[in-house]
C-alpha cells in the first residue's frame, strides 16, 4: 500500500498570511495526489486533484503543485473560512490512502 | 444539488453485524461509481469499498476485505454496507462518497453516520 505522510500535523496563521501543508508518498504516484477540506457540520469538500488541477468552485487563493512522491499545498490569503482539517490522498492505485491530517488553525 | 445521506448508524457488540444505507439524489446515480469512506475517532480518512455502476465490480483494502460488503440499488439510488463480525478497530464514523470520473477520487461526501462497536 502506499503511504502517505502529510506535515506539519498542526498549523496556526492568521487571515491574510500563506501556508504550506505537505505530502510525501511512499512512492511514486505520478501526478494524482488530491486535497481534502474537513469542517465540523460540513461534508468533506474536493479541493484539488491530479495534483494541481482546482476542482470547480475551489477559489484561486488554493493551490497544488508536486509530482512522483513530493506535493504541496499552498493557501495564499488565508480567508477565515479556510480554518480546518487539510487531509490529502492519492487517487493512482488501490487501495486509496489518506495522509493524517493537517490541523490549520487561527493564530 | 448532490445529496448522499447516511442512515443505520449505532452501538453493536463485537462480532455482531450492521448494515448502513445512503440514499444519493441530485444526480443520477448509475452513472457514478460510490465508496464508503471511514473515520475513527480523532483519527485520519480510511478508504473501505468501492463499487462499479452496475455493481459487478466491487474493492476493499485488506482490512475489512471478507467482512464487509458493499452494493448498490440503482432503481433506488441507493448504496449499500453490510458489515459482519465487527470489530472494536470498526468504529467510525462511516461516509458514503461519490467517485469523481477520475478514479480514486471523492467529489461528493456525505455528513456520515456513527458506528460504535462495543460491548
Known amino acids: 500500500d502506499v503511504q502517505m505522510t502529510q506535515s506539519p500535523s498542526n498549523l496556526a496563521a492568521s487571515p491574510g498570511e500563506s501556508v504550506s501543508i505537505n505530502c510525501k508518498a511512499s512512492?511514486?504516484?505520478?501526478?494524482?495526489l488530491a486535497w481534502y477540506q474537513q469542517k465540523p457540520g460540513k461534508a468533506n469538500k474536493l479541493l484539488i486533484y491530479?495534483?494541481?488541477t482546482l476542482q470547480s468552485g475551489t477559489p484561486s487563493r488554493f493551490s497544488g503543485s508536486g509530482s512522483g512522491t513530493d506535493f504541496t499545498l499552498t493557501i495564499r490569503n488565508l480567508e477565515p473560512e479556510d480554518f480546518g482539517l487539510y487531509y490529502c490522498q492519492q487517487h493512482n492505485e488501490y487501495p486509496y490512502t489518506f495522509g493524517a491530517g493537517t490541523k490549520l488553525e487561527l493564530k | 444539488e448532490v445529496q448522499l445521506v447516511e442512515s443505520g448508524g449505532g452501538l453493536v457488540q463485537p462480532g455482531r453485524s450492521l448494515k448502513l444505507s445512503c440514499a444519493a439524489s441530485g444526480f443520477t446515480f448509475s452513472n457514478y461509481y460510490m465508496a464508503w469512506v471511514r473515520q475513527a475517532p480523532k483519527k485520519g480518512l480510511e478508504w473501505v469499498a468501492t463499487?462499479?455502476?452496475?455493481?459487478?465490480?466491487?474493492y476493499y483494502p485488506d482490512s475489512v476485505k471478507g467482512r464487509f460488503t458493499i452494493s448498490r440499488d440503482n432503481a433506488k439510488s441507493s448504496l449499500y454496507l453490510q458489515m459482519n463480525s465487527l470489530k472494536s478497530e470498526d468504529t467510525a464514523t462511516y461516509y458514503c462518497?461519490?467517485?469523481?470520473?477520475?478514479?480514486?477520487?471523492?467529489?461528493?461526501w456525505g455528513q456520515g453516520v456513527m458506528v460504535t462497536v462495543s460491548s
Open positions: 512512492k511514486s504516484i505520478s501526478k494524482y
Open positions: 491530479s495534483g494541481s
Open positions: 462518497a461519490r467517485h469523481a470520473g477520475l478514479g480514486g477520487l471523492f467529489d461528493y
Open positions: 463499487i462499479s455502476t452496475s455493481g459487478s465490480r466491487t
